[in-house]
């Protein structure tokens, strides 16, 4: 079963829409369309967390420019 909530971050899965990471820190879209950022311990395990949830990860969108 897919966890709802990451240790350490504030917002559940439900509240989020899409991300873009560079590197270690995220940018991430909420639901509300306000804008966070957040730098997790482990960047794999958050990555893999958000693509669980089917958070849109802005990078595998149509139209995006480069792909990393």
Do not use: C
């Not at 897919?2 to 917002?11: A, E, H, I, K, Q």
């Not at 990471?21 to 794999?44: C, Q, R, W």
């Not at 990555?47 to 595998?60: E, G, H, V």
């Amino acid at each position: 079963m897919t966890r709802t909530s990451y240790p350490g971050f504030d917002y559940k899965a439900s509240e989020l829409s899409k991300f873009l990471a560079v590197s270690n820190f995220f940018t991430i879209m909420l639901k509300d369309g306000g804008i966070i950022h957040y730098t997790p311990l482990d960047e794999n395990s958050f990555r893999q967390w958000l693509l669980d949830n089917k958070i849109t990860d802005i990078r595998n969108e149509n139209g995006w420019v480069t792909n990393a």
